[in-house]
Structures are given as structure tokens and as C-alpha cells.
């Protein structure tokens, strides 16, 4: 509910001016989720450099896949972190750790049992996107090694979300930038060093995410030792139930983006090497752009969810203001930077000699994207009002009809454009979900909904 301010002094959610608790609170989790992707994109810089434009390729179809279960993980935790949220905010205690102990094993066995399924369908799915042969092993290799590692990838999302809930967004950062920097060192020791491939940069992540996940359970198990509460049951059903009501649709919604990228991946694959390698590199980039608007969303649910637990809703409509503000800001300052300098970026993940055409393709998909970055941001911290409050089927419904638009437009024209679509698809789909979310905000029945 409050979190150490510069000055020294509490700044709380739920009481006072809301101004600088949200960015104090806001301004780790886009540092922290800034980080977590840098060393995601390191991934495919090093072997893009070291190894080859097929080498990127292959870390490349393997990345819309991961990045889908990474949202399914984000999402599991933030759905969990609603209730946390709320309970917190109502001061129930008891409740709120009995809270996280049943978030906590519920995902420990969701994780296991679907680290399982994905080693079972690892290359099925490959098949299943058209692979190209050349890159497809490489792609496979990636791919089951992230499998093997699942439950230090949820189980990390998960304690970063608590302790969110709990108002703490520092230590999840720190832990982010320890896992960074420990990730990019394996990067360049398997890859450069010991010569491993595409294999080398999976299992760096997977190492940097156990050991990560280890350090956050040990420091949670010492914040939530120093609350001090009555006997409280470890395991309570009705509490997952509510929990379940929130993650679903958040899984949905965080899954939209990734859930997207693996749908456009699929038709963006029969394109060739050369459209997918440019692709690649200007989606991952892409990845680190949206990341602070997304943040800032995350950060605004946190905030509704602690105030309606509070039973303070007036409270939302000037913390939505300053959440817009920050996000919509952020969007321009970055869509200056991609317009005038994505070539740049573009170009650190391949040799500008060879792979100049591949460049030039993902330079047009940033320049073109990134205007509307914008409007991505308002829309997330709409999103966020809704799902802080628990909203959940208006939530649902801006989600589901940002992706339909998106996907539909890019099967229905991508031939027709030699795949230029996609640089279009994203934005229209933002449109719709933020016209959608803006709706229901302004309507007001989120106001009745709450979960405490």
C-alpha cells in the first residue's frame, strides 16, 4: 500500500495525492520490464552476430511461442495480484497471505503440468508454423529447453507480482537487473565462448530465471514474516476461484500481443528468411518499446485494486489521469526515437552488408508502428481501470476485439501486400480496444465491480 519515497517519507495508494506513489511505483516496473526484455533481445543479438542471420531466424520462430508463454505467466501472476491487491488494501492480512500461498502452489502445479504439455508438442508446433527447414532444429532446440524451465519462468512472474501487490516494485527490479546481467554474460560465454548455437542463449535464460525465481522466494518469505497476522490456512479454494475469475481474462488480454505474434508469425514465415530475419529483429525491438506503456498499465491496476479494496473509488479517475499522461508521453518520446534511428536498431542484430535488405524491412515496420505507440499506452491504462476493478468481461472484450482486428487484417491482406500488413495491423487492433475501453470507463459500471 505504500512504497519508500526518495524523501524518506510513505507514500501511499490509497490516501493523499496520487502523483508520486504512482511513479514511484510505476517507474521500477517500466525499468524492471525494460530489463527482463533487454536480455531477451541480447538473446538474439549475440547469435545474430556471432553465429548468423539463420541462426537470429530460428531464435526468431521460436520467439513468438516463448513470448506467448511469458504472457501466459505475466498474466497468471497480475490475475493473482488483483485479489492481493484488493485484500491488502482492506487491511485483511490473514486473508491476503492465504492469498498468496494458494497463488503460489496453484501455479507451481499449472506450470509443471504445462512445461509437460509443451515438451510433448514442441515440434509439432514448429510444423504447425510453417518452420522453414533450414532453421527448423535450431528452432525446435530453443524451443525445448524454454519448455524445461517453466516453472522457474512462472513461478519469478508470480513473485514479481506480489510483491507489486504488496507495493514493493524495487526488489522485482533488482532481481531483474541481477538476472540481466548474469543472462548476458551466459549469452556470451555459451555462444562466443563455448560455441553452443541457438542452444547456448535458451539455456542461459533458463539458468538467469532459476536463480532469480530462488532469490525472490527468499526475500517474499521475509516480507510476508515481517507482516504480522493471525494463523491463516495455506490453501483455500474459494480464494483460487476468485483468483481464477481475474487470471483467466488477464492471462487472455497479456497473451493478446504474443497470442498475435504467433498467428502473424505463421503467415509472415511463407515470406522467406530474409522478411523474417528484418521481422525478428524489429519485433524485438518492438518488444522493448511497448514494455513501459504496458508497465504503466500494470501499474494503474495496481492502483485501482487497492483503492476499491480501500472502497475508495474516487480516487481512480485522478490516478487515470496522471497514468495517461505518463503513458501517451512515453509512446511519443519513443516513436521520435524509432522514426528517425530504426535502422540503427534494426541494424545491431546482423551484418549491415549481408543483411541489408532484412534491415531496411524491419526499419518500416518500427517507423510506421511506433506513431502509434500512443495510443497502445492510453489504451493499456484504460485496461488497466478495468481490471484492477475486476471488470473482467469489458476487460475480455477489449482484448479479444484488439487481437480479431489485428490477426484478421493480416491473413485477409498479407499477400496482397507482400506481408506489409503487419506494420498496420497492430495499430487499427489498438484503436479498437482503446475506442472499446474508453466506453466502458466512461460509462462507469466498473465502479460496482470488486472482489473484496
Known sequence: MAEQTQSGKKASMISGNPTKPLIFFAVPMIVGNLFQQFYNIIDSIVVGNVVGADALAAVGASTAITMLF?????????????VISQLYGARQMERMKTAISTALLSILVFSILLSILGLAINKGLMHLMGTPDNIFNDAAAYLQIYFFGFV????????SSIFNALGDSVKPLLFLIFSSLLNIGLDIYFVAELKMGVPGVAWATLIA??????????????????????RYAYFDAAMLGNMVKVAIPTIVQQSIVSLGMLLIQAAVNRFGSVFLAGYTAAVK???????????????????????????????????????????????????????????????LFMDSTTGAEAIQIGANYLSTVSLFYFVMGTM?????????????????????????????LTYALADATAGMIIMWANPIGWFVGLIIALARYFQGGWKSKRLV
Open 152 to 159: 522457474f519462468l512462472f513461478l519469478y512472474n508470480a513473485f
Open 209 to 230: 530465471q532459476g536463480i532469480s525465481a530462488m532469490l525472490s522466494f527468499v526475500f517474499l518469505m521475509k516480507k510476508l514474516k515481517d507482516i504480522q497476522t493471525e
Open 285 to 347: 525491438i518492438d518488444g522493448i518499446a511497448i514494455v513501459p506503456m504496458v508497465a504503466v498499465g500494470n501499474a494503474m491496476s495496481t492502483y485501482v485494486a487497492q483503492n476499491m479494496g480501500a472502497n475508495k473509488p474516487e480516487r481512480i479517475r485522478l490516478g487515470y489521469r496522471i497514468c495517461l499522461v505518463l503513458a501517451a508521453s512515453i509512446g511519443l518520446i519513443i516513436a521520435g526515437i524509432f522514426f528517425f534511428c530504426g535502422d540503427q536498431f534494426v541494424g
Open 70 to 82: 511469458v504472457m501466459v505467466a505475466a498474466g497468471t501472476g497480475i490475475g493473482c495480484s488483483v
Open 380 to 408: 493499456n491504462v484504460s485496461n488497466g481501470v478495468l481490471r484492477g476493478a475486476a471488470d473482467m468481461k469489458w476487460f475480455l472484450i477489449c482484448s479479444l476485439a484488439n487481437l480479431c482486428v489485428r490477426v484478421g
